[in-house]
């Protein structure tokens, strides 16, 4: 048995594995060093199981009860932990992790990566390909949102990045002295907004949607036969908000949450 730990820009997404086999995935909120180091204790059933708990927002609960008491210890040790981050403060706190192994860009087989490519984004791309088939386009609706592209010889192509929908309306209220911040609804306001808060989210939803529009094409224009797959917290929100505006785009769409997942799943380890 063994976890996955990606550390987000504003999140942990955790993975629980047995041999190759996925068991379950939920989120937290960053945890301390000292709820790092219980989890190093050897006497572990329900060790930090309130704590955790109780820092997490959990999706998947009964999984999750099943690894942090049961399951989280084996043989009293720790499981081990196969680490991706883009944060290194927090990075530095699960080098104290009992058996940490932290994946490097260079362990990833795919060709053309550059050394400043985030090692979420190398992940996600090459679990795209491995699940639904090389050329692949990731779309990762995450803090950023992120394009990520690799050929059928599994070449980094490139990509884009640019400000995720709840950033960009957190960066028009920390900007502006008029501004409010928004939550986005679930259904898509109109375009000519007769109010200040539906005409916010009239101009991030709808430029949204055209760019991804635009760079699917543009991709297809190149591999007519990829798969483009959608990935990050705000996967739903944004299909969703395609299939109304651009319902032939979003149909060519899969989405899948663990693609970071697949990607650890598929490095080799040293």
């Known amino acids: 048995m063994w976890l996955a730990l990606t550390i987000g820009n504003s999140r942990l997404h955790w993975a629980w594995f047995k041999g190759k086999t996925f068991c379950g995935a939920w989120d937290t909120e960053y945890l301390s060093a000292a709820i790092v180091e219980q989890m190093n204790q050897p006497c572990g059933r329900g060790k930090f199981n309130s704590e955790i708990l109780a820092a997490s927002l959990i999706q998947e609960l009964d999984?999750?009860?099943?690894?942090v008491g049961d399951g989280f210890h084996h043989r009293d040790r720790p499981l081990p932990l196969y680490l991706a981050s883009v944060v290194p403060q927090q990075t530095a706190i699960w080098q104290n992790y009992h058996d940490v192994r932290t994946i490097a860009l260079d362990q990833i087989p795919l060709q053309g990566l550059y050394p400043t490519l985030g090692i979420d984004r190398a992940l996600a791309v090459l679990g795209a390909g491995e699940v639904y088939g090389f050329p692949a386009l990731v779309i990762d609706a995450g803090t950023?949102?992120?394009?990520?592209?690799?050929?059928?010889?599994?070449?980094?192509?490139?990509?884009?990045?640019?400000?995720?929908?709840?950033?960009?309306?957190?960066?028009?209220?920390?900007?502006?002295?008029?501004?409010?911040?928004?939550?986005?609804?679930?259904?898509?306001?109109?375009?000519?907004?007769?109010?200040?808060?539906?005409?916010?989210?009239?101009?991030?939803?709808?430029?949204?949607?055209?760019?991804?529009?635009?760079?699917?094409?543009?991709?297809?224009?190149?591999?007519?036969?990829?798969?483009?797959?959608?990935?990050?917290?705000?996967?739903?929100?944004?299909?969703?908000?395609?299939?109304?505006?651009?319902?032939?785009?979003?149909?060519?769409?899969?989405?899948?949450?663990?693609?970071?997942?697949?990607?650890?799943?598929?490095?080799?380890?040293?």
């Open 144 to 270: 950023a949102l992120t394009f990520t592209g690799a050929d059928a010889a599994r070449r980094l192509v490139g990509g884009a990045i640019l400000p995720g929908l709840r950033l960009q309306l957190q960066s028009l209220a920390q900007g502006t002295a008029a501004l409010p911040e928004i939550e986005l609804a679930g259904a898509l306001p109109p375009r000519w907004a007769l109010n200040t808060s539906l005409a916010i989210q009239s101009g991030i939803i709808y430029t949204v949607l055209a760019g991804i529009a635009d760079f699917i094409d543009a991709w297809r224009q190149e591999f007519p036969q990829s798969r483009i797959v959608l990935t990050g917290g705000d996967r739903t929100l944004l299909l969703n908000y395609l299939q109304a505006v651009f319902p032939q785009v979003a149909a060519k769409i899969n989405t899948d949450p663990h693609l970071i997942f697949w990607g650890i799943l598929n490095t080799p380890q040293p």
């Open 63 to 67: 999984a999750v009860e099943e690894i």
